[in-house]
């Protein structure tokens, strides 16, 4: 029995260093790995590494940790990573770095000491990790080549050309069609209506006529009125006499309002050319009037 229970204490230790993975470490170490202490320029980042043994009963106090952003002119702490193995037996600490100085010529910085303080039996401890120097070397030598590139500082790069071919094309194509559709605007509001009133019959026989005074002599008179039939056997399409005016009015209602001044107009037309005695009376201004009326009439304006 008492075999039996010796091999079960053991067996019994056993596992439990199985569980355990590592037994504790009897002191407080740190094994620090350090980055090359030299060949470094500004805006580097470097980074100590730290594996503690941690014996039983201690525990690292937080707040003995670096404080990121702690910088001085030429260093900064930018990550602070804490990893805890073996139940706590084992701490994984990383410090990173990043350099700030750019030298004129080579310099040594120093990686701060850190000292980390554990609480605990028998007794609280402090674990200083030392300081580790960096070199760090100027981008530049102070005297730089004066070969282009060194020296003196570059002009801006200029900015790169762009093709604006297809948008002058465009831009061109845009125009052609922007004045081909005034063009044709212009035509159909503008060119048409003003070419059509200047070849409408009575438009044109108003315009002769626009200049008759009252009074005008017996020879203009009839120059006159041939203008107006001129005109009106324009617009009927033929020569039109005082028997045709009903046909003509049945085939241009437009000026049928004018009945009675057609009729009145070849009685006067028959008595300015053929009677022997013509008397300007107001044929003139009576005549002008009715071309006027004919062409208002012609225009859609009456």
């Not at 007794?123 to 990790?129: A, K």
């Not at 009106?232 to 209602?253: Q, S, V, Y």
């Not at 009326?293 to 225009?299: G, H, I, K, T, V």
Request: include cysteine; proline fraction near 7%; charge should be positive.
């Amino acid at each position: 029995m008492r075999v039996l229970f010796v091999r079960t204490l053991i067996a019994l230790a056993v596992a439990g260093m199985q569980v355990d993975g590592h037994a504790a470490p009897d002191t407080l170490t740190a094994r620090v790995v350090d980055p090359r202490a030299f060949g470094h320029t500004v805006g580097e980042v470097v980074t100590r590494r730290a594996t503690i043994a941690v014996p039983d009963g201690l525990a690292l106090d937080p707040d003995s940790l670096p404080q990121i952003g702690q910088r001085g002119r030429a260093l900064e702490l930018r990550t602070v990573e804490l990893t805890r193995h073996d139940g706590g037996h084992r701490l994984e600490l990383k410090l990173d770095y990043q350099i700030f100085l750019a030298p004129r010529e080579v310099r040594v910085l120093e990686l701060p000491p850190v000292m980390l303080q554990f609480a605990g039996n028998p007794r609280p401890q402090t674990l200083r990790i030392d300081a580790w120097p960096l070199s760090v070397a100027p981008l530049m030598p102070v005297d730089g080549s004066t070969r282009e590139g060194f020296g003196e500082l570059r002009p801006d790069v200029a900015p790169p050309l762009v093709d604006t071919r297809p948008m002058r094309m465009r831009l061109v194509g845009y125009g052609i069609v922007a004045l081909l559709l005034v063009g044709y605007l212009a035509h159909v509001y503008i060119g048409l209506p003003w070419w059509t009133r200047r070849h409408r019959p009575f438009g044109r026989a108003f315009d002769a006529l626009r200049g008759l005074a009252p009074d005008a002599p017996l020879l203009a008179r009839r120059a006159g009125y041939a203008r107006v039939h001129e005109a009106l056997n324009a617009t009927a399409g033929g020569a039109l006499f005082e028997h045709g005016i009903d046909r003509f009015l049945a085939a241009h209602p437009r000026y049928a309002t004018l009945r009675d001044d057609l009729q009145r107009f070849f009685e006067r037309s028959r008595r300015e050319f053929f009677a022997a005695d013509a008397e300007a009376g107001d044929d003139a201004a009576w005549l002008v009037a009715f071309c006027r009326r004919c062409r208002d009439l012609e225009r859609g304006a009456a």
